[in-house]
Each structure stands twice: as C-alpha cells, then as structure tokens.
C-alpha cells in the first residue's frame, strides 16, 4: 500500500468543487420543495373531520419506513412506468423532497400542535378569522420552534443525497467514486470528501443558529432587563 | 322611543359532552350597563356556558344574540341554521372575553397585543390603534411595561394586558372567566378595584367565578348555576344572600 498522498486532492479538487456545487444544488431545491409539501401536508392534516390526520399518517408511516435509497429506486423506475420521463436530476430532486416532506410534515404538525390551545382561541375570540390568527398569532410561535427539528432533518438530508450516487447523479459522493476509480486512492479521496460534507453540514448549522438567535432575540433582550422573568419562563402556563 | 336591545340575549341553551349536559337549557338576558356574576362549583358549566355565549363552542340547541343580533345558531322559517363563519366573526369583536388563561400572546409585546387585533380585525390606522392602546394601558396603569413581553409582567399585570386587548376593541360585553383563579390572593382585593371602575365607566360585564364573596362585590346581579342549570337569578342589593343559599336549592328557578 503506498503512503497517504494530500497532493491528490489538489489535483483533484476541480472534480471535487464540482461535486459539491452538484450537492449544494441538490440539496437546496430538495429542502424548498420539500419543504413546501410539508407545509401543505401538515395544513391539510388540520382539516376538519379524522381522515386528513390519517391520510398524513399514513403518507408519512410509508414513507418513513423505507430506506430512501428504495424510495429512490421506486420512484426512478417507477416514473418511466407511468410513461413519465424526466432528466435525472429532477429525479434526484424530487425523490428526495417527496421523502424529506413526510418528516418536515410531521415536524410541522408537531409545532403547531403542540402550541396551547388558547392561543388559536384568543386570536379567534377578538375576531380574527383562521387565516389571521395563523398569520399574526400561530405562524411567529411556531417558527421558533421549528428551527431546531428542520435543521436536524435538513442535515439529514444533505447526508441523503449521496445516495444519489446510485442513480448516476455527479454529485459529491459519485465524484469521490470516480476518482477513487480513477486513483485507487480510497483514504484520500473519501477523506476529502468527508470535509466537505463537514463544511456543507456546519455551514448549514450556523445559518441555523443564526435564524433561531434572531427570532429569539426580543425574548432574549427582555430577560436580560428583567431577570426575574427569567424564572418565570420556567412557570410559564401551558394551559390545558 | 326606540327599543335598546338587550347586550345579550340567551335563550334555551344546551350544550352536552357526549352524554353529559354541560348546560342545560339556560335562558339569560343582560340589559346595559348590569354587572353579573355568573357563579356555580367547579364543573356546573360556568366556562362552557361563556364559550358557548362567544362562539367558541357551537351549541346544540338555543340562540344566543348580541345587541339584538343573531350569533351562531339562527332559526329561518322554523329551521336552524349555523351562521358562516364570516357573519359570526363580524360580531366576535363585541364580545370582549377575558380567559382563566389570559392567553396572551408571547411573541408580542404588551402594547402589540393590545394594537395588533385593532388593525388586523377592525382595520384602525397603527396610529389610531396605537393611541388607543397608550390610553388603555395608561389608566390601567402600565403605561411603564408597554414594551415588554407578556413573561416579563407579574400576574396582576398580565390579567391587565388581556383585560385592555379586550377593551380595545369597544366591546359591548365584557366577559371574565374566573378572573382571580391565577392570581395571589393579596391581589384580589386590586381585581375587584379595577371591575368596580369597569363597571362605574358603564361597561357592561359577565364575571365567572367560584366564589360567592368575590361575587357579590363586583356584582349587581348574580346568577347562580349548578349542574348546567341556572338555579337562581336576582339582584345582590337589598337581597339578603346569606339566607338565600343559591347553592343549595334548585327551588330559585
Ligand atoms: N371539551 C370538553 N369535552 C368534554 N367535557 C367537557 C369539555 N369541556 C367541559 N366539559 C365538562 O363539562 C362540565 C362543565 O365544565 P365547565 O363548563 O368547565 O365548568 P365550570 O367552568 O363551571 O367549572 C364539566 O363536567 C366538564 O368536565
Ligand atoms: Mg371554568
């Protein structure tokens, strides 16, 4: 076995740089769309009556129990099936926002959920109508609740898309095979392909930070000028 | 002479749970300007009774009007219809409903509670609905917590915030749930200060509570339930509470 080789990478890094920007591309209209359908899943699953909750249960139970890597083969030769033929990349993309949205539907739904019933209530008391108070009243709250779970799925899902790779994507993970193939150098290649999903991944964790700071900073500057109120956070009601 | 409505009109109202008759055909008219409260033992139906009054919850049979208008359940030609949701939210903001849980809302400052349903509900100008909100805050005295958020006030100051969101929106009702349950008992005395003042300004008010002495100071008129019932309505002056027992017999009917 020959010796660890950094000069590799250098040489390699047009290919890698490549890869990554394929990622960052894959990754972002994933989450957008993805995204997307959560929300409208998660909205829908309040409709009145029990079976929009259980058509969202039973969506999400689908398709959280697969791997997505059979997910991804289900739906990329499932689409030629149905006479539907799309470059692969879109492929790419939507499978992955198709199996992302069933977490960030639940994810949602927990949010909303799990805001006191009142809230919903005093909005509506005053005379704001369901759409007003989710605009005013329920959609703030559940921002900042948000946060911590969509940033766990979204790093989940920059993780996913090298499975990508099994589809012919030239993203990250298939540059790194290619030039594993080309080098026969598995450590170094896979090694700095390793750091750059480390990157993509803090990247991603710090622009999360930076959201749940800002959207936490009015609470946070009030308890800076009453700190008694900081205990009281602690009591705060939940209601029934 | 024109005929002033009654502020509230219920007439034969039932709400159950599944088996269970919350309230059970009670029939109830508050003129302008009467403080009444509304008292009964944990469970008599005293929150479903005012949740059923302001629409948050749909009754099953009875009608309830405010200012001589129908709200929630109307009879066409013998037929009871349910009102849309935009004809009962037309007339919600006349009904200023003050929860046990004050249910203010977090991620708003004091006065933004206050100015927010102003502008988004009765489309006042910020201005307008800002000075409003200044006034509210300045005779209910917490013209100095104006820009905090709702965690950072005591409890007192809390109840004060919800009581001017409210009163913000001219309401023609004011209804109190429980209004010292979640205080300290040494603030009662300042809950009753600030209703008396309510009630000196005119305003018209329902106040819920479970005790009889909190009742009969705030009060004009007390109406007294048990098991869904009302089972007594009268004046609270020159009547001899004492030996009324409105608890303990359903022979007030
Ligand atoms: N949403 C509900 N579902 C089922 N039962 C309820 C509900 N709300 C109230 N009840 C029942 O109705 C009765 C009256 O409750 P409530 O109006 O809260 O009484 P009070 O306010 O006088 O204490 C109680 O027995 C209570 O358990
Ligand atoms: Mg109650």
Redesign the interface.
């Known amino acids: 076995m020959s010796k660890f080789d950094p000069w590799l990478i250098v040489e390699y890094a047009p290919h890698l740089a490549l890869g990554a920007w394929r990622t960052i591309y894959i990754v972002v209209a994933a989450f957008l769309l993805g995204y997307a359908f959560g929300i409208v899943l998660a909205l829908l699953s309040f409709l009145p009556g029990r079976l929009p909750r259980t058509l969202l249960t039973i969506y999400s139970v689908c398709l959280r129990s697969i791997p997505f890597i059979i997910a991804l083969f289900i739906i990329y030769y499932g689409l030629p099936f149905f006479g539907v033929r799309l470059p692969t990349i879109y492929v790419a993309i939507v499978s992955l926002a198709v199996y992302k949205s069933a977490y960030y539907a639940e994810a949602i739904r927990g949010a909303i959920v799990a805001l ?1 019933r ?2 919903f ?10 759409a ?1 108070a989710f605009r ?2 329920i959609a ?2 559940i921002l ?1 609740g948000l946060i911590p779970p969509s940033t766990n799925l979204t790093l989940m899902l920059i993780k996913e898309s090298s499975v990508l790779s099994s589809i012919a994507v030239a993203e990250l993970t298939y540059q790194g095979l290619i030039m594993q193939g080309n080098t026969y150098a598995a450590l170094e290649v896979f090694t700095a392909v390793s750091a750059v999903y480390w990157a993509l991944c803090s990247m991603t964790a710090w622009l999360a930070h930076r959201l749940e700071a800002r959207s936490n900073a ?2 946070a500057a ?2 800076q ?2 700190r008694i ?1 900081a205990r ?2 602690s009591f ?2 939940v ?2 | 002479m024109t005929v002033v409505p009654d502020v509230l009109c219920v007439e034969q109202l039932s709400k159950s749970f599944g088996a269970l008759r919350a309230v059970d055909d009670v029939s109830l008219r508050i003129t302008r300007g009467q403080v009444v409260g509304l008292i009964g033992a944990s469970g008599s139906g005293k929150t479903t009774l005012l949740r059923c009054m ?1 629409g ?1 919850e749909r009754h099953d049979a009875g009608y309830v009007s405010i200012e001589g208008k129908p709200f929630g359940r109307v009879s066409v030609g013998g037929v009871d219809r349910q009102q849309t ?2 004809e009962m ?2 007339l ?2 006349k ?1 200023g ?1 003050v ?1 046990q ?1 004050l ?5 708003l ?1 004091a006065i933004e509670n206050i100015i ?2 102003q502008v ?3 489309k006042r100008s910020r201005e307008e609905a800002t000075a409003k909100a200044v006034q509210l805050l300045t005779t209910l005295g917490l013209s100095a917590k104006s820009s ?2 709702p ?2 006030l005591s409890g007192g100051q809390r109840q004060r915030v919800a009581i001017a ?2 009163l913000a ?1 001219d309401p023609a009702l004011m209804l109190f749930d429980e209004p010292t349950s ?1 205080l300290d008992p040494e603030l009662v005395g300042e809950v009753v200060a600030l209703l008396r003042d309510l009630a000196a300004m005119g305003m018209t008010m329902v106040i819920v509570t479970h005790e009889m002495g909190f009742a009969t100071k705030v009060s004009d008129r007390i109406v007294a339930m048990n098991a869904g019932k009302i089972i007594f309505d009268g004046k609270t002056r020159g009547a001899d509470l004492a030996s009324n027992r409105p608890l303990a017999g359903s022979h007030y009917t």
């Open positions: 006191p009142g809230q209530e005093s909005a509506r008391a005053v005379g704001m109508s369901p007003q005013h009243v703030p709250q900042r009015p609470q009030a308890i000028r009453n109120a009281y956070l705060e009601r209601g029934k | 302001t948050l949701r935009k939210d037309a919600r903001p009904l409903l929860f849980q249910n203010l809302w977090p991620h400052t927010r349903p988004v509900v009765l905090e958020y965690y950072a969101r409210a929106m979640a």
